[in-house]
């Protein structure tokens, strides 16, 4: 079974993929289950703050609960079968918190580049991104994304944020703080949306591109290449947004129909909010994306979204709570496999060695966020990811072996 985190579901797992093809090899059946409030899954009229307050860790796992105890029955011959539950970020951290809460219901689970600790302050995230550009394009491809943001945030503080608009193709101009700070982090995005989710040759792609060029006068220019890049592809509107309220605005709006809510903008920004915090901020120095979006407005955009009871005190409680709840680094947990890739900055706040004799843990040198999901393809692959598929297929093959050994053992006595 394949959990859904903050996205509708297709049926594109269902087919191509590693469990898809370890389930027509060790004879199963293949489920993917829809998270509450994403996708087609409206429990609610619409997303105010009161409604939303339904949507919550705890209320998914027991949907999955719900869900096993559903298919055990309707299922012919399910009603013992062994049962893995695999996810991907934030899906695979519910898999692993499922296993914690809900141990008798699963068998074993494969959680591939799952956060674990709630963290308001992620400042990690921008650290791990800058250190994938080291690693792909060395020093100079470093201090090229370094000076290009050093040079950004001192045109806007010397009065030239109009010069910066225009490089950079702003929707709008850059007035306030708060336009800063949305616009270089999302600029700062742009950037470390390469190693979570491309391979290194893509990384090395950008390394090139950004330091063509080594006159320090151009460097704001250089990372806007790249940005520019990024817009075309993903922006429908192709300009970079850069309004803090009307961004705000925006994700207020609560019907279903509306962007924020069929993106899954809205639910997820109360899933951070509420207990999960996740917010990548430029604290540390050990990064090269500047220092304008600082963990600080990340409490004032909760605030912003969802009401004046989202403050940092509140916030803070709730991420410390969720932490005693769930264990964070060291949950409670057997028969979990954890898979995260060297370059994807969400490995910082996950599991990245052995748990325990029954959880080891898999860092793919060179590979990004799950890959490790998709069929094995002996032509694309790296030899690390192949590797990495084939002791995932092993692990999981022993556990389903265990399991169904185990139950003939147990009907026999």
Same mark, same amino acid.
């Given at each position: 079974m394949f959990l859904s985190g903050e996205w509708d579901i297709t049926p594109y797992r269902m087919t191509n993929s590693l469990m898809a093809d370890l389930a027509e090899e060790l004879n199963g059946n293949i489920f993917y289950l829809e998270h509450r409030y994403y996708g087609e899954s409206q429990p609610t009229p619409d997303t105010t703050t009161e409604n939303l307050q339904f949507l919550t860790v705890e209320q998914a796992l027991a949907d999955t609960a719900h869900f096993v105890e559903f298919v055990r029955n309707d299922t012919p011959g399910a009603e013992d079968s062994p049962v893995i539950v695999i996810g991907g970020h934030y899906s695979g951290s519910l898999a692993v918190w499922f296993?914690?809460?809900?141990?008798?219901?699963?068998?074993?689970?494969?959680?591939?580049?799952?956060? #674990?600790?709630?963290?308001?302050?992620?400042?990690?995230?921008?650290?791990?991104?800058?250190?994938?550009?080291?690693?792909?394009?060395?020093?100079?491809?470093?201090r090229a994304v370094e000076d290009g943001f050093t040079y950004l945030e001192r045109y806007i503080e010397q009065g030239r944020a109009d010069y910066v608009r225009e490089v950079f193709t702003a929707c709008d101009p850059i007035v306030s703080e708060a336009d800063v700070s949305i616009f270089i982090s999302l600029v700062s995005e742009m950037f470390a949306i390469v190693p979570q989710f491309?391979?290194?040759?893509?990384?090395?792609?950008?390394c090139d591109l950004i330091t063509n060029d080594t006159d320090a006068e151009t460097s704001i220019h250089r990372i806007a290449w790249h940005v520019d890049n990024v817009v075309s592809e993903f922006f429908q509107n192709d300009c970079v947004p850069s309004n803090y309220e009307e961004i705000i605005e925006l994700d207020r709006q609560t019907e279903w129909d509306d962007p924020a809510n069929m993106y899954g903008i809205?639910?997820?920004?109360?899933? #951070?909010?509420?207990? #999960?915090?996740?917010?990548?901020?430029?604290?540390?120095?050990?990064?090269?994306?500047?220092?304008?979006?600082?963990?600080?407005?990340?409490?004032?955009?909760?605030?912003?979204?969802?009401?004046?009871?989202f403050n940092q005190e509140n916030i803070d409680d709730n991420v410390n709570r969720f932490n005693n709840v769930f264990g964070a680094l060291n949950p409670a947990v057997t028969n979990t496999l954890f898979v995260h890739g060297e370059l994807d900055p969400w490995r910082s706040i996950g599991i990245q060695d052995d748990l325990n004799p029954s959880s080891?843990?898999?860092?793919?040198?060179?590979?990004?966020?799950?890959?490790? #999901?998709?069929?094995?393809?002996?032509?694309?692959?790296?030899?690390?990811?192949?590797?990495?598929?084939?002791?995932?297929?092993?692990?999981?093959?022993?556990?389903?072996?265990?399991?169904?050994?185990?139950?003939?053992?147990?009907?026999?006595?």
């Open positions: 296993r914690q809460k809900y141990p008798h219901l699963v068998t074993g689970v494969w959680a591939s580049s799952s956060p #674990l600790l709630a963290i308001v302050n992620h400042q990690q995230y921008k650290e791990i991104a800058g250190a994938a550009y080291r690693a792909a394009g060395g020093n100079e491809c470093y491309n391979h290194i040759y893509s990384l090395v792609g950008v809205r639910p997820y920004s109360y899933q #951070l909010c509420t207990q #999960l915090g996740w917010f990548h901020s430029s604290n540390s120095r050990f990064q090269p994306f500047g220092s304008s979006f600082d963990a600080r407005w990340w409490y004032i955009t909760c605030g912003d979204l969802f009401g004046d009871d080891p843990a898999i860092v793919i040198r060179g590979a990004s966020q799950g890959n490790d #999901l998709g069929p094995i393809n002996e032509e694309e692959d790296t030899p690390e990811i192949l590797e990495a598929k084939r002791t995932i297929s092993a692990i999981i093959t022993e556990w389903i072996e265990n399991a169904s050994s185990e139950e003939t053992t147990s009907e026999e006595v």
